[in-house]
């Protein structure tokens, strides 16, 4: 591996995130990618590279540690070749971790050929942390969803597999209910995505400081457009309480 690809670039993470390699030449450019993707929850940087040879490289050597690349930020503009050579490399190569575009190329054959190619979404340079923070959401939707129907080991129905292609292209807070507000919608489901365990109402209210009430509007909404499932908790005398949990 080259020092680009190790030097500083990591972050220690967890098991369970999602492991990220920012593929960009330009070197500011990499380190803010990668400060952003420490930034958003269920993520973690496996490495930075500059070129499509160190790319090709870091993904085999992660592959053979175990250790697959779960997602590629990949810009188009590489020093040695296009980002589509490079993926179109990386598939004969047998990488199948998911791709996002980060990238000036706002030609419309460039992105015909990358969704062609299998690149779940396309961000455009330049972009604020809010644009860069949606898509890694709406990949981790994806990816839980994705997750979700291959626990249940069913066939999908075509409900499901609209559902599923759904997420991608849904921008979290489009669908927003009128009255809530995409920022408390994100808050809520961070809180819910990082724990271990079903959270009540109540308990997810003091993580994201907001009233229980309120809370629990957004919890039936995440309940209601399947992100997340309601089970019942038992406890002491009375009725049992709801408590809620990231599917």
């Known amino acids: 591996m080259s ?36 930034r ?18 870091f993904l085999e050597a992660m592959r053979t540690q175990g250790r697959p690349v ?14 589509l050579g490079l993926l179109r490399r990386m598939r004969a190569a047998g990488h199948l971790c998911d791709v ?34 949606a898509k890694l959401e709406q990949h981790a939707a994806f990816r839980a969803q994705a997750e979700a129907n291959r626990l249940r080991g069913e066939d999908l129905g075509q409900d499901e597999v609209d559902a599923l292609m759904g997420s991608l292209r849904r921008a979290p807070g489009a669908a927003v209910p009128k009255g809530m507000s995409p920022e408390t919608l ?28 309120t809370v629990r509007r957004y ?14 908790r038992y406890g002491g005398g009375g009725r049992p309480e709801v408590e809620y949990r990231w599917v």
Do not use: N, W
């Not at 680009?4 to 030449?25: A, M, N, Q």
């Not at 919890?219 to 019942?232: C, F, K």
């Open 3 to 38: 020092e680009h690809e190790t030097t500083g670039r990591t972050g220690p993470g967890s098991d369970d995130d999602l492991r990220v390699l920012v593929v960009e030449d330009e070197a500011r450019a990499a380190e803010a990618h990668a400060e952003y993707v420490r």
């Open 40 to 57: 958003v929850p269920g993520y973690t940087v496996a490495g930075t590279v500059r070129s499509a040879q160190e790319a090709s490289r």
């Open 70 to 83: 779960d997602l590629v930020l990949l810009d188009m503009h590489l020093p040695d070749g296009h980002g």
């Open 100 to 133: 996002i575009a980060v990238t000036a190329a706002r030609d419309a054959d460039v992105v015909r050929a990358a969704v062609a190619q299998g690149v779940v979404l396309y961000l455009v340079k330049p972009f604020t942390f809010a644009g860069f923070r």
């Open 186 to 213: 994100r808050e809520v489901t961070a809180a819910l995505r990082q724990a271990d365990r079903g959270l009540s109402a109540s308990e997810v209210a003091d993580l994201v400081g907001a009233s229980r009430v």
């Open 219 to 232: 919890l039936e909404h995440l309940a209601d457009t399947g992100t997340a499932e309601r089970h019942p």
